[in-house]
């Protein structure tokens, strides 16, 4: 937990508390269903929780905002985002069910009203459109752009953040070439100089 308040010092009392209980609730989860790495599990503050708010280091998310987690997985970066976005609403889908179960389990667990799950993926969401896909390594940049952009609501304004916003690692010069997306990147290693963060970024569609 130290590693995230190294850069974010403004949380409330009940954020804090929120924050603080991922890391039992995953190590209790984790031994039922195993969806975090053994040696990740102990390193879950770093390489999943702050991996996440990278996303909330660059984007601003006004409250209202609906927001799909794409191939959340064990929930990331929708459960982080979530305690730190408490006006914005999260739909975490993936199309494993035993992941969804882990995160209902941890948003139940932390009370998280601005959460709903999915066992989906996301070419059988109908008559749903979000403001936001957020989304971790999970597909290819053309991939993910296909399947993010028909769920995307037309007509968004300047202030408010549109489109898709992924975490990524690597060199991804010839990913971007092949979507044909001319995105921004933010290397994330600027916004949290750890080691491990090294060639990862944030890398935001419109």
Known sequence: METVLKYFADFTPKQLDQFQALGPLYREWNEKINVI??????????????????????????????????GTGGGFPGI??????????????????????????????????????????????????????????????????????????????????????CLKGGDLAQEISESGCRPKMVNIYKLFPEEFFQEKYVVAVR
Not at 106 to 132: C, G, P, W, Y
């Open 80 to 165: 982080p985002l979530a305690i730190f976005f408490p006006e914005v609403q999260f739909h975490l889908v993936d199309s494993i069910g035993k992941k969804i179960k882990v995160v209902e389990g941890v948003a139940e667990a932390l009370n998280l009203q601005n959460v709903t799950t999915a066992h989906s993926r996301a070419e059988e969401i109908r008559n749903r459109k979000f403001d936001l896909v957020v989304s971790r390594a999970v597909a290819p940049l053309k991939d993910l752009w296909s399947w993010s952009k028909p769920l995307i609501r037309k007509g968004a304004s300047e202030d408010r953040p549109a489109g898709l916003i």
């Open 37 to 70: 790495s053994r040696k990740d599990i102990d390193a879950l503050y770093e390489k999943h929780v702050l991996h996440s708010l990278a996303i909330a280091a660059v984007a601003d998310l006004p409250g209202g905002l609906q927001v799909l987690d794409l």
